[in-house]
C-alpha cells in the first residue's frame, strides 16, 4: 500500500473558535480555543515563564467532557502553576511529537508532561 500524506497536516483544532467538545453527561462541554487551536485562554503565551509546564497528549490532556477549568491543565492553573496544554483528541505519539517540535519547542518550557492514556 502507497501512503501519501498532505503536505500541510493540521496539528491542532481551528483557532479563536468556539469548540464543542461532547455532552456525555446532558451538559455541552465546550471552550474558546486559543490563537493555536488548542484548549487554552489566548493570554497563557503572554503570561508564560520559564517556570511554564506544557502538556502533551490526546483526549485525556485536552480535557474531554469536562470544564476547562477541570482539566489537567486547569487544574493546575487553579494551584497556581503556568500550564499550557497541547493536548489534542485523536492524537498519537508521533502526531503527539510533531506538537512538541512545532509548538512547545518555541515555548521553551522547563517542564513537558507528556501523558499518554
Known amino acids: 500500500m502507497n501512503w501519501t500524506y498532505p503536505e500541510i497536516f493540521p496539528l ?9 467538545l461532547c455532552n456525555e453527561s446532558g451538559k455541552y462541554i465546550s471552550y474558546q480555543s486559543d490563537k493555536y487551536g488548542f484548549n487554552n485562554e ?5 503570561q508564560q515563564s520559564k517556570n511554564t509546564i506544557v ?17 489537567i491543565a486547569g487544574q493546575m492553573i487553579k494551584q497556581k502553576f503556568q500550564a499550557i496544554n497541547l493536548g489534542n483528541g485523536g492524537s498519537w505519539p508521533l502526531f503527539q511529537y510533531a506538537i512538541l517540535k512545532e509548538y512547545a519547542a518555541n515555548l521553551k518550557p522547563e517542564i513537558i508532561l507528556w501523558l499518554y492514556f
Open 42 to 46: 489566548s493570554r497563557v503565551y503572554e
Open 55 to 71: 502538556l502533551i497528549g490526546d483526549s485525556f490532556t485536552q480535557g474531554w467532557c469536562v470544564e476547562p477549568s477541570d482539566n
Open 12 to 20: 491542532s483544532s481551528v483557532s479563536n473558535k468556539h469548540t464543542v
